[in-house]
């Protein structure tokens, strides 16, 4: 220990061994503050960094105790976590990427197969042209469509059998009964089968595609998806309608070629059939010369004669060539033309109006 206080010289000392015991004091206070400083700044320290004073030669023994069991600890978690997890995530990222990447593959493949030199290396210029390049990119969606989900269901199949065996199950049985269960399902399920089979070939025969406007019989809409079971339309209210592929035994596609505008005008019954029929030609080459007119109809306008005649009118008809889903509104151009020249021509449209069982005037 060192003294707290200088040391007391004997009487009758000399001089000298009075200073000799005079600077042993002032050194033995030095190395007190020395040694007070010391431990001070080692506390600092350890509070500091959050640890503890290791006060005796068992707390050293216990801390590195500690420290080897986490270390041991650590060790087993990292060799536990490179065996079956890791094998299971790098299954399930396989799986994703192959997805991905083959989804993306068979679409570029899909397009590049459905595409022509004409509508590939230059724009179309002809409303055919136009009306071959929608279709080919309707039907490549379809097929993509149908594609993907053979691709979803052969890559996710092989992924979980394969996080099967990884677990150390064996897929031999299940395999085995799988198979059994499947020609149960073949016979039970045949509405199922029956509805797959329908949409495969639905999509191959290109009997419809997504965008199409098609009369199911149950429903009149655009085709939004076609699945391998159902097909989903939305009618022109706005509704969806979920269709069963088995169950669908007609279609009447509307958007495949053209379509037919037919525009039925009554005229007077005195009038003169010549200056109707002149006007009907000079209002046909107007829409034809008409850049707006163009992107409706796909040719002129021809006059088709005479539908029906009674005691009241004339039933005049006129016919176009439209786009697949312009035929309503190249009916109203038409009609619009008609009833501005008409009225130009000093043409009169009667007003014809029977009551329920009125037989036409005579």
């Not at 707006?292 to 040719?299: K, T, V």
């Amino acid at each position: 220990m060192i003294a707290d206080a200088d040391p007391i010289p004997a009487p009758g000392s000399s001089p000298s061994s009075r200073l000799v015991v005079a600077k042993a004091g002032a050194t033995a206070v030095a190395l007190k503050t020395n040694v007070v400083d010391a431990s001070a700044v080692i506390r600092r320290r350890f509070l500091v960094t959050g640890s503890t004073l290791p006060t005796s030669p068992c707390q050293h023994r216990q801390g590195s105790e500690i420290q080897a069991t986490t270390l041991e600890l650590m060790d087993s978690l990292w060799k536990w976590f490179l065996g079956i997890p890791l094998q299971l995530v790098i299954v399930l990222g396989v799986a994703i990427v192959s997805q991905a990447v083959l989804g993306r593959l068979v679409e570029r493949l899909t397009f590049r197969a459905m595409s022509t030199r004409i509508t590939r290396d230059s724009e179309p210029k002809t409303p055919e042209e136009v009306i071959e390049r929608s279709r080919r990119d309707q039907r490549a969606e379809s097929i993509t469509a149908l594609l993907r989900s053979v691709i979803v269901g052969i890559v996710w199949s092989i992924a979980g059998i394969t996080m099967l065996s990884t677990i150390g199950i064996n897929v031999g049985p299940l395999l085995a009964s799988a198979g059994v269960v499947g020609v149960a399902l073949g016979f039970g399920a045949q509405t199922l089968v029956k509805d797959y089979l329908a949409g495969i070939f639905m999509i191959i025969e290109d009997q419809y595609g997504i965008g199409d406007l098609v009369d199911v019989g149950q429903v009149v809409g655009t085709v939004e998806e076609v699945g391998l079971r159902v097909t989903r339309l939305r009618d022109m209210s706005g509704v969806v309608w979920y269709v069963r592929n088995g169950e669908i035994l007609r279609v009447a596609n509307r958007s495949q070629g053209w379509t037919l505008a037919i525009v039925d005008v009554p005229v007077s019954y005195d009038s003169d059939l010549d200056k109707v029929r002149d006007i009907i030609e000079r209002i046909a080459d107007d829409m034809t010369a008409d850049p707006a007119s163009r992107e409706l109809l796909l040719d002129r306008p021809e006059y088709a004669g005479v539908e029906s005649v009674s005691g009241e009118a004339v039933i005049i008809r006129v016919t176009a060539r439209a786009m697949p889903d312009k035929q309503v509104a190249g009916s109203r151009a038409i009609r619009e033309r008609l009833k501005v020249a008409f009225d130009e021509g000093g043409i009169k449209v009667p007003a014809v109006l029977r009551l329920p069982n009125q037989p036409p005037k005579a």
